[in-house]
T-cell receptor, first 112, second 112 residues
Framework: DVKVTQSSRYLVKRTGEKVFLECVQDMDHENMFWYRQDPGLGLRLIYFSYDVKMKEKGDIPEGYSVSREKKERFSLILESASTNQTSMYLC???????????FGEGSRLTVL | AQSVTQPDIHITVSEGASLELRCNYSYGATPYLFWYVQSPGQGLQLLLKYFSGDTLVQGIKGFEAEFKRSQSSFNLRKPSVHWSDAAEYFCAVVGNNNDMRFGAGTRLTVKP
């Protein structure tokens, strides 16, 4: 089975802190994604990557950056956390660009 | 731009009753459509998908969905709901950049 692992299930950070959310997949998938999930808004795409060292902006990239140094790892970075970034963050991977997404369990971030 | 609309934010059904969750999409070409389910505290799991061919697709856990091009719809159905089906359900479409776009979700409550 595909496993997508997000390193932190729950984080509490202070405004202005730098935050790293790590995601690792074990199925050699080319494609990886970061979504943000908020009630009533569904999932919104932040960034995605189709290859190592490659990244593309999604719908809401402002305030975020990403890193993909290795195929299996895709990190989401909040350079200076703000309270409006309090949310659930979901990482996903896929074998093909139009195929099924496999999700991690999510990282719930609270910024105080 | 492509988009997905789930008109119902919250639906309550009795256990054993039938279920239909609505999904409408806006997309110029033939869409690739998906339904995912999210149990509390978990990531999303694929229920079923439509790429082409038979417009009635079967998925896991007894769910099915029907693609209707004339109505731009991809509604999810189940003949008899079980208490374990209580969850949030997301419809999704693959967009122009081959990135997946999600609806806002429908939360399903199952009454005993």
């Amino acid at each position: 089975d595909v496993k997508v692992t997000q390193s932190s299930r729950y984080l509490v950070k202070r405004t202005g802190e730098k935050v790293f959310l790590e995601c690792v997949q074990d199925m050699d998938h080319e494609n990886m994604f970061w979504y943000r999930q908020d009630p009533g808004l569904g999932l919104r795409l932040i960034y995605f990557s189709y290859d190592v060292k490659m990244k593309e902006k999604g719908d809401i990239p402002e305030g975020y950056s990403v890193s993909r140094e290795k195929k299996e790892r895709f990190s989401l970075i909040l350079e200076s956390a703000s309270t409006n970034q309090t949310s659930m963050y979901l990482c996903a991977s896929s074998l093909s660009r139009i195929g099924e997404l496999f999700f991690g369990e999510g990282s719930r971030l609270t910024v105080l | 731009a492509q988009s997905v609309t789930q008109p119902d934010i919250h639906i309550t059904v009795s256990e054993g009753a039938s279920l239909e969750l609505r999904c409408n999409y806006s997309y110029g070409a033939t869409p690739y459509l998906f339904w995912y389910v999210q149990s509390p505290g978990q990531g999303l799991q694929l229920l079923l998908k439509y790429f082409s061919g038979d417009t009635l697709v079967q998925g896991i856990k007894g769910f099915e969905a029907e693609f209707k091009r004339s109505q731009s719809s991809f509604n999810l159905r189940k003949p008899s709901v079980h208490w374990s089906d209580a969850a949030e359900y997301f419809c999704a479409v693959v967009g122009n950049n081959n990135d997946m776009r999600f609806g806002a979700g429908t939360r399903l409550t199952v009454k005993p």
